[in-house]
Nanobody, 124 residues
């Protein structure tokens, strides 16, 4: 069992930056692929980015490519999402998720564990 806790959300102006963190419990974290998803008001939850168990493979949604960067620190059981050049359309609740396998996926149904989410609001 893995528990995930996101932090770092908040209110930022367009063009600004935020860094989200997702702290995981359990040593199994280092063998799991991790992903970030988001859900805007009135919309379905969507894939943002994923990273493989050792960070060697990353997969980004086209909407965030070049602006967002995912990384992980397996020694600290933490995954990060650096978000730069934020846009109002990035406003959403951001969720961290763990997939009990080494490899990335954009399919949220492939993820076994989820955090509670952290709100990101980008003002224009």
């Amino acid at each position: 069992q893995v528990q995930l806790v996101e932090s770092g959300g908040g209110l930022v102006q367009a063009g600004g930056s935020l860094r989200l963190s997702c702290a995981a419990s359990g040593r199994a974290f280092s063998t799991y692929a991790m992903g970030w998803f988001r859900q805007a008001p009135g919309k379905a939850r969507e894939f943002v980015v994923a990273i493989s168990w050792n960070g060697g493979s990353q997969y980004y949604a086209d909407s965030v490519k070049g602006r967002f960067t995912i990384s992980r620190d397996n020694a600290k059981y933490t995954v990060f999402l650096q978000m730069n050049s934020l846009k109002p359309e990035d406003t959403a609740v951001y969720y961290c998720a763990a997939r009990a396998t080494y490899f990335v996926s954009a399919d949220q149904n492939q993820y076994n564990y989820w955090g509670q989410g952290t709100q990101v609001t980008v003002s224009s």
